[in-house]
């Protein structure tokens, strides 16, 4: 993860370029760009900027104006390339340059839905894991088969470079982002603002060609606040579907549906999140981080915990929690 200058928030500067699409935009705006008075902080410093003062959006619904010029790319911290429907027109030369400039210098990247298509225009993938929308799958891996493109996933983390599936999935990216940058506990936060979950663990495969049923689902929420309350209890998919009051095959369809994920991956997701604020908020005891979060043992704790965030408790605790410099106990 790109440090944080202690002079100023890390910055984050969005591209965009003719024919952008306007909700991937919004979508960063909403989690890098507005204040967080809640919070008592400002997590990020940001820009939007493009090659011309005025762009036009995707199918001319609107026009931005006065917004920065390309230069402003030269001081991110990360970077959000452009992404654009027409999937089939070359990116501009001026914003692939300043995004393998932004590369060469040590920016992070992000690429949300068909940004997947600029970053690998600018050479940027080659030999590596990226994701972009299932409908443009099969073209991608036609023009670009040296990416390893993941088509079933929300996005990929590639520690440098980020790519997200699709436009919703350009939030799974950017709560990830912040957890990455902030922990688990801000990520929260920013996910509540958003009234959207701060983890879904499924893919995109179940939105492609999805027949529309018949009869709508109950919402889970309530379901979701029941256990939510009750993490550290011994819950079962089981002990969900009876709460629910329908069969574990109608409530893994519920969720799938609703959420793009499992009940059990689900309940695990939600046991590591309430393991990483325990941790955040300076319990050291794994054992006890383990036993309340409903994670059972230290050592499926210490797995958890790293398979999410790619560190260990006690890295975990170094880089979010109360600054000790103690490691955890077992």
């Known amino acids: 993860m790109p440090q944080e200058s202690s002079q100023r928030p890390h910055r984050v500067v969005l591209v965009v370029d003719e024919n952008s699409n306007p909700f991937e935009m919004s ?18 410093d940001f820009a939007l900027c493009g090659t011309e003062p005025r762009t036009r959006m995707r199918d001319g619904f609107f026009t931005l104006t006065d917004i920065a010029g390309l230069d402003a790319a030269e001081e991110a911290d990360t970077l959000i390339v452009p992404n654009r429907p027409d999937t089939d027109t ?6 692939l340059d300043a ?51 993941e088509p079933d996933v929300l996005f990929v983390d590639d520690g440098d470079i980020l790519t997200a599936s699709g436009s919703a999935s350009a939030l799974d990216l950017g709560l990830h982002v912040v957890r990455r940058d902030h922990g688990a506990e801000i990520a929260n936060a920013v996910s509540r603002r958003l009234v959207f979950a701060a983890h879904r663990d499924g893919g995109q495969r179940q939105f492609v060609e999805r027949p529309i049923p ?26 969900l579907a009876a709460r629910a009051a329908v069969s574990p095959a109608t409530l893994h369809r519920r969720f799938q549906a609703q959420l793009g994920t499992t009940p059990l991956a689900w309940l695990t997701g939600e046991r590591v999140a309430l393991a990483c ?3 955040e908020r300076g319990e050291e005891r794994l054992d006890v ?10 050592a499926n704790l210490r797995a958890r915990v790293r398979r999410e965030t790619g560190l260990s408790p006690s890295e975990y605790r170094r880089r979010f929690g109360p600054a000790s410099g103690e490691p955890l106990m077992a």
């Open 27 to 44: 979508c960063a705006i909403e989690i890098f760009g507005l204040r967080r008075p809640e919070l008592g902080r400002t997590l990020y």
């Open 90 to 95: 070359p990116r501009s030369p001026r914003v």
């Open 99 to 149: 995004v393998r400039r932004a590369h060469a210098r040590g920016a992070r990247l992000l690429g949300f839905c068909s940004g997947a298509f600029t970053l690998a225009e600018a050479g940027l993938l080659e030999g590596r894991r990226a994701a972009c929308h299932w409908m443009w799958a099969d073209s991608f891996q036609a023009r670009f088969p040296q990416v390893r493109l």
């Open 214 to 239: 018949e009869v709508a689902d109950a919402s889970l929420g309530p379901l979701l606040a029941w256990a939510q309350e009750r993490l550290g209890e011994p819950l079962t998919v089981a002990d």
């Open 277 to 279: 604020r325990m941790i």
């Open 289 to 298: 981080v383990a036993a309340r979060s409903g994670l059972g043992t230290a």
